[in-house]
């Protein structure tokens, strides 16, 4: 459901690319369109206010592949929580484009849930399954989208998407790294996983956008502009 999430505020956020479309029976103007990327943000926002902690669906195996580091990890049950105080810093349109893009900044979101992990890191094996936990100080997400028209119907093209971290404090219990005890792994980790994904940015979010495209297209699939519209406002006003 993160995905539709996303989804929901990514086409509300670019719909105002189509306003000058010609479409039978639709009449829409910039106004129109900037409320209904706020309303989608804070439909988001009392989603996950209403449901913290918010359960994440699940995304299957993952392998993260570094200089010294080579391991795979299956995240499941994953909650997210304090994040409904997120602020929607940008939400801009380029209608010749029929592109757009949004930036969120969440200051302090929360997340939890269980691991399974196999590999190696820094000469070390690493393995285990247990329990996690992550406190994100600032994490700012930003996007860029290209709408296209397929058979009468509107689709993400491409999603591009960015973020930076001020910080982040691990916990697991059930991990193991070659050689450390389990106070050693929790330092070690805080030292160095931040700056592995840091590092990393460009495959993280190539996964996590081919996954809210697969999902936002299938949620609109074969809608027209009109469709779409009514769509993202029943969505928000459920």
């Given at each position: ?8 505020l ?14 039978e ?19 988001i926002r ?7 902690p ?70 070390k094996?690493?393995?285990?399954s247990?329990?996690?936990s ?20 509107v ?12 910080g982040?404090?691990f ?5 193991n ?25 460009a ?8 996954q ?14 009109k469709e ?9 006003h459920?």
């Amino acid at each position: 459901m993160k995905f539709a999430l996303f989804a929901v505020l990514a086409f509300a956020a670019v719909a105002n690319s189509f306003v000058l479309l010609p479409e039978e029976g639709l009449q829409l103007d910039g106004n129109v369109i900037d409320n209904l990327v706020k309303e989608a943000a804070e439909f988001i926002r009392k989603l996950l206010k209403q449901n913290e902690p918010y359960a994440l669906p699940e995304v299957g195996e993952q392998t993260i592949v570094d200089t010294d580091v080579n391991i795979k990890v299956t995240l499941t049950g994953v909650k997210i929580s304090k994040a409904d105080d997120f602020d929607l810093k940008d939400a801009e349109s380029n209608l010749p484009n029929l592109s757009a893009k949004f930036e969120l900044v969440a200051p302090s979101p929360h997340l939890e849930g269980n691991f399974q992990i196999s590999g190696t890191a820094f000469t070390k094996t690493v393995s285990g399954s247990g329990t996690f936990s992550v406190d994100l100080t600032n994490m700012d997400q930003r996007g860029n989208v290209q709408l296209g028209l397929k058979d009468h119907g509107v689709l993400i093209q491409s999603l591009d998407l960015d973020y930076d971290l001020n910080g982040a404090k691990f916990a697991f219990t059930g991990l193991n790294i070659e050689g450390m005890t389990e106070e050693q792994v929790n330092d070690f980790m805080n030292k160095q996983l931040l700056n592995t994904l840091n590092q990393n940015k460009a495959e993280v979010c190539k996964k996590v956008a081919a996954q809210i495209v697969e999902k936002g297209n299938a949620l609109v699939a074969g809608k027209s502009l009109k469709e779409l519209i009514e769509w993202l406002k029943n969505v928000i006003h459920q």
